[in-house]
């Protein structure tokens, strides 16, 4: 079964002779609260700076009426991007590649084929890791480096699969994937002393939890993995919950009830699919499986205009290819779109969804569109493919709310940053402290402070110091209006967009 589809089987592709191209929750009023914005309305002309070309003239056929027949999708099984995250060698690559396998996404011919081959290197325990863990260099080294992509199903769920990397130095890839993502599985290693190295030492587990929660993700399912490995205890089981559950709630901003601990091992398989009674008989909750399966898919905001994001790019034979997720609105075969940032047009010529050849496509849906009448310089990844009659707004300053993490220097004026934003990684600085306010509240605090701690939220300004990029306010779109900022490898702060202050380069 074809179960590989992923950003790495693109960049493959791409080696093998295509041409490459050149805190929302912490920030406390939810995802609901209101917020001033500057956009364009739909429909309206752009802002100045944005050039809006004649509109392309092609052969459209058939019109489908995407929204009718996304209801009709959805009404038979809903969709959702689920991303699995954790600290480096909690087991992520291994646990889902063992379920998917259970599932019936990977053939025994495969598995036997990667235990083989694992095992001329020495590392025959990494066989359903290498489900997921496609290039050589991820296989030499036995960890993830690129976001994993692939589908699977469930009795009532259809799933796009995101499996991120862990170790530190791939964070940027781990921010790029779980902005993709609408819930997430975080997997933590129960061994002694793996779990207190990824938790307490300086590690990933709680940096990528408070990365999930600022990028959107409200649901989250916890996998307490390799049980096998301390005799199935019950009290380090709950030992690992009590920790977790107070620093996700507490500190991440997770509702309690939005979180679901599961004990499992991704090596043995136990309570993945199913469940052995005698292993573990304290148990009497659901397995992983049919714990994501109850998850709830998100409102989809496929009536607005149409956005979507470029996370790869690379030249097919029918024309430009970009890979990426459709953050609003709805897109079918033989339509124009514009690229953002450069204004440049193109036609939708054939498209695919999970693999599979398709006609149209909605938000939320992980998409592969071939372009025409577009050269591959002109589109490339952290570009935005945007309705024609509404371009998304493009930009080096704006305004946004933040909330600072656990800085070590206290962040003032000029603040050197790189802002991480869908695919985008952009150098720029905080160029003003606008006001501390109360994160309950949203009331102003102090008007113009002299510098921001750890766990201070604030309004500020925020230059780029080089090229625009497509952004928009949370008000308009949650899944564009998000920002990460990071320095000397460091997560320091995330925010929401509530104004662009400049439009174009």
Request: proline letters at 4%; glycine letters at 10%; charged letters at 25%.
């Amino acid at each position: 079964m074809n179960f590989g589809s992923s950003l790495k089987t693109q960049s493959a592709k791409k080696a093998a002779g295509s041409t490459p191209s050149a805190k929302a929750p912490l920030l406390s009023g939810g995802d609901g609260f209101d917020r001033s914005g500057a956009v364009t309305p739909v429909g309206s002309a752009p802002p100045s700076g944005i050039s809006t070309p004649s509109k392309a003239s092609t052969k459209i056929g058939k019109r489908i009426d995407v929204v009718t027949e996304y209801q009709k999708r959805v009404a038979e099984k809903e969709s959702l991007n689920l991303v699995v995250i954790g600290h480096v060698d909690a087991g992520k690559s291994t646990l889902m590649g063992h379920l998917l396998y259970l599932q019936g996404e990977v053939t025994e011919k495969t598995i036997r084929k990667h235990e083989r081959d694992a095992q001329k290197i020495g590392k025959a325990s990494f066989a359903f890791a290498w489900v997921l863990d496609e290039t050589g260099e991820e296989r030499a080294r036995g960890i993830t480096m690129d976001v994993g992509v692939t589908k699977f199903e469930t009795e009532h769920r259809r799933f796009t699969l995101l499996d991120a990397p862990g170790h530190r130095d791939f964070i940027p890839n781990m921010i790029s994937g779980t902005a993709q993502a609408d819930v997430a599985i975080l997997v933590v290693d129960a061994t002694t002393g793996e779990f207190e190295s990824g938790f307490d030492a300086n590690g990933q587990t709680k940096e990528h939890a408070l990365l999930a929660r600022s990028l959107g993700v409200q649901q989250l399912v916890v996998a307490v993995n390799k049980l096998d490995v301390v005799g199935w205890s019950e009290a380090r089981f709950q030992e690992i919950v009590a920790k977790l559950e107070q620093f996700l709630v507490k500190d991440a901003s997770f509702k309690k009830s939005s979180l679901i601990f599961v004990p499992c091992s991704g090596f043995t398989g136990e309570n993945l699919v199913r469940s052995v009674v005698e292993t573990f008989a304290w148990y009497k909750g659901p397995t992983l499986i049919q714990t994501i399966d109850k998850l709830d898919a998100p409102t989809r905001a496929v009536e607005k205009p149409f956005r979507m994001s470029v996370t790869d790019v690379f030249k097919g034979t029918g024309g430009v290819s970009a890979a990426g997720r459709l953050e609003a609105g709805h897109i079918q075969i033989g339509e124009a779109i514009m690229v953002m940032p450069g204004s440049e047009m193109a036609v939708v010529k054939n498209m695919e969804v999970n693999d599979e050849p398709t006609r149209w496509a909605a938000a939320g849906d992980s998409v592969l569109l071939t372009l025409s009448g577009i050269d591959i310089l002109q589109v490339s990844t952290g570009s935005v493919l945007c309705a024609r009659d509404a371009p998304i707004p493009v930009t080096t300053h704006f305004a946004a709310q933040i909330v600072v993490f656990d800085v070590k220097i206290p962040i003032t004026v000029g603040f050197p940053i790189i802002m991480h934003h869908q695919s985008h990684n952009e150098p720029g600085v905080i160029s003003k402290l606008v006001a501390t306010i109360d994160k309950g509240t949203g009331e102003v605090v102090k008007k113009n402070p002299r510098h921001l701690g750890k766990n201070t939220t604030a309004m500020v300004e925020i230059r780029l110091n080089g090229r625009a990029i497509p952004l928009e306010t949370f008000k308009d779109s949650k899944e564009l209006g998000r920002v990460m900022l990071r320095k000397g490898g460091e997560t320091v702060a995330a925010g929401i967009v509530t104004k662009i202050l400049s439009f174009g380069s």
